[in-house]
C-alpha cells in the first residue's frame, strides 16, 4: 500500500501515465476503462497505475469524504465481468489533511488485451483512448513472455484449421467484443482470435483456451477436457448404474448439455404447506448443482488426463475435479478468496452467459441450498483433486417448513 508520501508524490506529478486523477464518484464507466488501461499497461513499464478518486487534475484533493459503500463498489469492478481478463486490483482509503482519497492500484496484465464492456483501452501519455488495429497487436504478442496459465499458453501440436470460425463469428464475437468494435474490424481471422486470447501469434497456433472454445474435438489434445456424468441406483459406487453419459465438444456444448442432465435427473415432487395448500419442491435446487459443476469446469486442470465428474446417487451428488485449491484460495479462506486458474476459460464462461459474478458461484450455491431446506454442500480439499458433495433435501423438510 502507498504511504503518504509516496501518495502525495503521484498527485504532484501531472505529466505520469500511471496515474489518472478524479472528482467524481459514480462514473464507473471512467474508473473501469482506467482500470483497464492500465492492465494493459501499453508502455510496458510493468509497473502498477493508479486511479485516485477525490483529487482534481492539478493534484488537489476536494475534501471528499470516502465511504464504506464507494470502496466496496471499486472493489466490485474487478469481479462484475465487465474488465476481461480479470485485473489484479487493490482499494485503499487515505485520509489526508485536505480530505480522503480513495486509490485504486492496478496491477499490469499478464494477459493482455484487457477489455472493458468489450473494447480495448490503453494509456496514451496522460489520456486513455481505445487502441488501434496495431496497439492490440503489439499487446497480443507480448503475451507469451508473461502467460503463466495454461488456458493461455500455445497448444503447440494444433492449428488454426482445428477452430470453428462459424463457432466463432456466431457464438462468441459479439458477446466478447462492442458492436461498435466489430463494425470497424477488418482484421484477419487470426488476429481476431489473437485478442481475445484464443490464438498466439508467435507460436502461429491456438491457445489450449482457443481449442477448448472452439474445436470441434477438444479431447484429441487435451484428454480430460469433458465431463462424466453417471447416475446411480443406490448410495455408492457398488450400486447398478442407471444411466452414464460423457459431455462432450467444445466448451458451450459442453456447458449446454451440461444444463440438459441436471434438468432431467432433477425430482420434483408436491409437499403440503397449510391444510389447503402444496408447495412443489425438488431433492436439489437446480441453481446450487449447475452453480457447483460450472465452478469445476471453470477452475479444474486442463493438464489432466482425468475428467470433471459428476455422480448422482440416491441420496447425494458428488462433483469432483481435477486440480486442489490455486493461488491465494486455501481451505481457510474458502471460498471467499478465488483464484483463478484458467483466466481464458473463466472469462468465456462469463462470455457465454454461465455465471454473471466472478467467486459467486458457491456462495450462490450455499444459499440456493438453504433455501431448499438442504444441508449446506460439503467441500473436500486435496492437492490435487477438488470435490464436494450435495445432500438430498431431507423428508423432514417438509414438516420443518410447515
Known amino acids: 500500500m502507498l504511504n503518504e508520501e509516496q501518495l502525495r508524490s503521484l498527485l504532484a506529478d501531472l505529466e505520469s501515465d500511471r496515474v489518472e486523477r478524479t472528482l467524481s464518484v459514480n462514473n464507473t464507466d471512467k474508473f473501469g476503462q482506467a482500470i483497464c488501461a492500465f492492465a494493459n499497461d501499453f508502455p510496458n513499464y510493468r509497473k502498477p497505475g493508479y486511479l485516485i478518486i477525490g483529487a482534481s487534475d492539478d493534484g488537489q484533493p476536494n475534501g471528499l469524504i470516502v465511504t464504506d459503500e464507494l470502496l466496496q463498489n471499486l472493489a466490485a469492478l474487478r469481479s462484475d465481468g465487465n474488465i476481461q481478463p480479470l485485473p489484479a486490483i487493490t482499494v485503499s482509503k487515505h485520509a489526508l489533511v485536505e480530505g480522503d482519497l480513495a486509490v485504486v492500484e492496478v496491477l499490469p496484465s499478464d494477459l493482455p488485451p484487457v477489455r472493458y464492456k468489450g473494447k480495448v483501452w490503453i494509456r496514451v501519455g496522460p489520456r486513455r483512448a481505445t487502441a488501434s488495429e496495431q496497439e492490440e497487436r503489439l499487446l497480443s504478442e507480448r503475451r507469451i513472455s508473461f502467460a503463466r496459465s495454461f488456458d493461455a499458453l500455445p497448444c503447440l501440436e494444433s492449428t488454426l484449421a482445428d477452430l470453428s470460425e462459424e463457432r466463432f463469428y456466431l457464438s462468441y464475437l459479439r458477446r466478447a467484443v462492442a458492436e461498435d468494435v466489430i463494425a470497424e474490424n477488418r482484421r484477419p481471422f487470426k488476429l481476431q482470435l489473437a485478442s481475445l486470447r484464443l490464438f498466439d501469434l508467435k507460436q502461429d497456433c491456438p491457445t489450449n483456451g482457443g481449442i477448448l472454445l472452439l474445436a470441434d474435438n477438444p479431447t484429441y489434445y487435451l484428454p480430460g477436457a469433458y465431463i462424466q456424468f453417471v447416475r446411480y441406483a443406490g448410495f455408492d459406487m457398488g450400486s447398478d448404474v442407471i444411466d452414464e453419459k460423457r459431455a462432450m465438444g467444445d466448451l458451450h456444448t459442453i456447458l449446454q448439455t451440461l444444463d440438459l442432465l441436471i434438468d432431467v435427473s432433477l425430482r420434483q415432487y408436491p409437499v403440503p404447506v397449510s391444510a389447503l395448500r402444496e408447495e412443489i419442491v425438488g431433492d436439489y435446487p437446480k441453481v446450487a448443482v449447475r452453480e457447483l459443476v460450472i465452478n469445476a469446469v471453470m477452475h479444474r486442470s486442463y493438464q489432466s488426463n482425468a475428467p470433471v465428474r459428476l455422480y448422482w446417487f440416491a441420496d447425494h451428488i458428488e462433483i469432483s475435479n481435477p486440480g486442489g485449491l490455486y493461488g491465494e484460495a486455501s481451505p481457510e479462506n474458502f471460498p471467499y478468496a478465488v483464484g483463478y486458474r484458467n483466466p481464458v476459460i473463466a472469462e468465456a464462461i462469463r462470455v457465454l452467459g454461465y455465471t454473471n459474478r466472478f467467486g459467486q458461484g458457491v456462495l450462490r ?38
Not at 477438488?386 to 420443518?400: G, M, T
Open 365 to 402: 450455491a450455499q444459499k440456493a441450498l438453504e433455501i431448499n431446506r438442504n444441508p449446506p454442500a460439503r467441500f473436500i480439499f486435496d492437492p490435487h483433486y477438488f470435490s464436494v458433495q450435495i445432500d438430498a433435501r431431507s423428508a423432514n423438510a417438509a414438516v420443518d417448513r410447515a
